[in-house]
């Protein structure tokens, strides 16, 4: 495993809420995103995995200090070992960390795409742009194109060069292949997959588990806003026996190779989180201990799981 | 006892190429049947015409023989990929439901659904819990075929199993036939008894 090597990025017991006014011109607290851990070692793609609502896209908007004003954050981030302070995302965010991000409406709709691409890296990126454009199917009148005149995998192929262009050490790729076809989806993943052998690091945040198994290194399985378990992607090849979570065991049950088997229940709203852990009320393994308090994160078989039986 | 497409032809406006071209299926009550294709090759619109949301430009769409009824709900029921779009946000889920008529609330467990959400708007709900509704309100308008264009292909693995074991319990239960459009692979393997490939036409 990595343990040993330096981490790219580092991100301790971090928790995003959000500052709300409640109906009675009190304000609440909504916590959203609770003790999470994650590690991003230079050279690697490290896949985030979650349903909707556990928080995914929020981490990525965290990590570059983008986050809507009346949230509030806990816990830290190390960028290269050094606290990621606001000033310090405002000075890394485009240039050293990058965002493929997941609405095609973050394009600016009055700029044609290929300009738009270029971003601010001047005239010299250019060609590198028509190359990548090339590479991900991208016809060459696409350049000449406003945002509204592309379909969404279009739409989603140019929010990927953007990131390709940089000369960013860490891309942070929210959702990035929905709506392309399965070629384009692979070339993009194929490029992703050079920038890390380049030495930088691909964050690659989606739902899709057979995505995320078949490209990434290592996978990080979340659920309500919690990471429950951080997995080398062969462990979700190796089958349930591999895993250490309940959830992870339960999610790659789910699929339709693998048993088509749902779980009960669903998963708890931010809000409205269990004291223990969040996957107490579905767990089958749960004791009374799972109810009252979040296991800590232990490292059992070179992976890291929040689970008191975790075996 | 079949859906059927005869010869379809259909295009957007009158300069445009067509999207289907001489389309003809049949899908009989009690099948599942998987449609497959890359994007760009009339999944959706073909889905659209079946659920006569769209009429085809030649050819004819049948349900059990009969042309789809132009009032009333229609015997085909189309569930769409996203289902914020195919919900009214400004309206609470009670009424979106009771579009397929009177409200059961004693059958809404059997769709996953709880009643604390009847009272909230769509904006409330993940899109796993709205795509619930969308398969209870086409259920409930009894309709004897689905059209399913990629319902849960925005989900997760876990409330994808749970949508399907809903629609799959409830399609054995009335005997409905049903298209799935999907481009997951395994998808397409584990619920279609065969498959439809559109780009072999």
Known sequence: MTENRESLLSIRDFGVSFQRYDSRMGQTRLQVIS?????????????????SGSGKSLLALAILGMLPLNAVTGGEILYRGKELTPERQKQLRGK???LVPQSVTFLDPLMKTGKQADGQGGTGLTQKRRDIFRRLGLPGKTENLYPFQLSGGMARRVLVSTALLTEAELILADEPTPGMSLEQALEALRMFREMAEEGRAVLLITHDLDLAVEFADRVAVFYAGTT??????SDFQNGPDALRH???RALWESLPQNGFRPVNGFQPYAGNLPGGCPYAPRCPLRTARCETALPPVRTVRGGEVRCYDGA | M??????VFFRYTRKSPWVLEDCSLTIERGECVAVTGPSGYGKTTLARLLAGWQTPDKGEILADGKPLPTRGPCPVQ???????????????????????????????????IERAWLDRFAGELSGGELQRFCVARALLSGADYLVCDEISTMLDGITQAQIWETVLKEAKKRNLGIAVITHNFHLAKKLGSRRIDLTAR
Request: hydrophobic share 40%; net charge neutral; aromatic share 6%.
């Open chain 2, 2 to 7: 079949a859906l059927e497409a005869k010869n």
């Open chain 1, 96 to 98: 050293k960390i990058a």
């Open chain 1, 228 to 233: 429950v378990e951080t997995a080398r992607a």
């Open chain 1, 35 to 51: 003790n999470l851990h994650l590690t991003v070692y230079p050279g690697e793609i490290l896949a985030v995995v979650g349903s």
């Open chain 2, 78 to 112: 189309l569930i769409c990929q996203h289902p914020q779009e195919a919900i009214n946000p400004r309206w609470k889920l009670r009424k979106v439901l009771e579009e397929s008529g009177k409200l059961q609330e004693d059958r809404l467990g059997e769709f996953g």
């Open chain 1, 246 to 248: 309940p959830y992870s």
